[in-house]
């Protein structure tokens, strides 16, 4: 799959899924309000050819909690940028397809794999994710150009790709792409780095000289990696480096949307409960950026490069590296479109976050604060205050799938745990595999307290 075409296609896919299958509430008031939007396309293809594409699982929101406010019984969405509730209503939706494929239903994604106990996509289906702006964090720091240079041709891999920042006189600077090496953006547009050098090196992309700053992210570095400089133009930003996002009042620690596909990248998107039973990770084949400042070389490096040299995963484990594209169709509740249409008054983030996935009972979920929208204070805590893709929603449907299988049927990594962190510690192969990337790469990445997985 290559080219604006089929990235338009799939832009306009999800464009008509937001408007058509998404509630009005939840959504911004554009009069004032913008959001985000992300989705997962499951694409089927038979005999070399391409069969349907639909949405399976779509996210909105631009939000996240602060450190304080997060709870130790899982039952408050802590990350509700679009990017992340597309991924657990994705979640949801593969646990849906799970308790198909062990009730032997023929409508269903997945099945049987080569290991006892084990599923596995079925031949032909793999599954594209759609943002609509670049992923807040590192693929975001890309330097300023008038919108119509910022579109980059679409591309299929970075051999093949169309530099967005070209010139007539190329200066070409290299910089090494270990995740300890960081780079600062030069007034001149190259790079510097600030951390330990590694053997494995590659060229920085080439900006022209029209290029005096760069986009800037509200994520910021974390404790431990190299620090931004916040100094005037392009030497703002750290590139490369690890990040956590802002929150209103106290500081959270959910990791930058970039920081976590990278990752989606060598762990799969499925989480650690469903490897128990998948046989091997599930990548997402391409990512497609709708209309917005855009940087095939910042998103390849956020999203792959930075983890390319990981070794000794477990067999089944690889670092991925999807097809990166971009539409040059625009989300209409996003904010530059918003803003090209004058809208009146100021525009600010849209509080509320819709989840939307593909499952026959109650697909649609509307949060705010991390719970359901109209929970008040009395009410949290209760089953009703709780989105259904928070960490014990999402845990109980795992739970109850495993409580109906027959000793035959369950998993031999499945036998005698309780607590949510429990059944995740249990998925060896994918602890080994985080294991290995946080050492290798992501040697400060944040993360939750056992305290607060420790919920049954």
Request: charged share 25%; aromatic share 8%.
């Amino acid at each position: 799959m290559a080219g604006s075409d089929t990235a338009d296609e799939i832009a306009a896919l999800c464009y008509e899924h937001y408007r058509t299958k998404l509630p009005r509430q939840g959504q911004p008031n554009p009069s004032k309000e913008w959001t985000l939007m992300a989705a997962v396309i499951q694409v089927e293809s038979a005999a070399g050819k391409t069969d349907g594409k639909k949405v399976v699982a779509m996210g909105t929101g631009t939000k996240c909690i602060g450190q304080s406010k997060l709870r130790k019984t899982g039952d408050i969405l802590q990350d509700s940028h679009a990017e992340i509730i597309a991924r657990r209503s994705f979640q949801r939706y593969l646990l849906h397809q799970l308790s198909l494929a062990l009730s032997r239903s023929q409508d269903c994604v997945l099945v049987p794999g080569n290991d006892p106990n084990k599923w596995t996509l079925k031949p032909g289906v793999c599954f594209m994710f759609f943002t609509s702006h670049t992923p807040c964090g590192d693929a975001s720091i890309i330097p300023m150009l008038p919108l119509e240079d910022q579109l980059c041709p679409t591309s299929t891999a970075a051999s093949e790709a169309t530099p967005l920042f070209t010139t007539t006189n190329k200066r070409k600077t290299t910089a090494c792409d270990s995740p300890t090496a960081h780079k600062r953006m030069k007034p001149d547009g190259s790079s510097q780095e600030t951390g330990r050098k590694t053997e494995s090196c590659e060229e920085s992309a080439d900006f022209t000289p029209e290029a005096t700053d760069v986009f800037r992210t509200g994520a910021k570095c974390i404790p431990g990696e190299a620090q931004d400089r916040y100094n005037p133009g392009l030497d703002y930003h750290t590139v490369g480096v690890l990040r956590v996002k802002p929150g209103r009042g106290d500081r959270t620690i959910s990791m930058s949307c970039s920081d976590k596909m990278a990752r989606w990248n060598v762990l799969g998107c499925q989480g650690a409960l469903l490897m128990h039973f998948l046989q091997q990770p599930i990548y997402l084949t391409s990512v497609v950026v709708g209309k917005c400042p855009f940087s095939l070389q910042s998103m390849e490096r956020a999203l792959h490069s930075r983890c390319r040299n990981v070794s000794g995963l477990p067999e089944v484990f690889l670092v991925h590296k999807p097809q990166i594209q971009q539409s040059h169709l625009q989300f209409q509740h996003g904010r530059d479109a918003l803003k090209e249409a004058k809208r009146a008054g100021k525009l600010v983030p849209c509080g509320a976050a819709i989840s939307w996935c593909a499952v026959p009972h109650q697909p649609l979920d509307v949060t705010a604060n991390g719970y359901r929208q109209g929970t008040t204070k009395k009410a949290i805590g209760t089953p009703q205050s709780r989105s259904r893709i928070c960490k014990v929603e999402l845990f109980h449907i795992f739970r109850q799938l495993v409580e109906s299988l027959s000793e035959e049927q369950l998993p031999h990594s499945l036998r005698d745990l309780q607590t949510y962190c429990e059944y995740k510690e249990a998925a060896l192969s994918y602890q080994e595999a985080w294991r290995r990337l946080r050492e290798q790469v992501f040697t400060s990445w944040i993360r939750t307290s056992r305290d607060y997985l420790n919920f049954s």
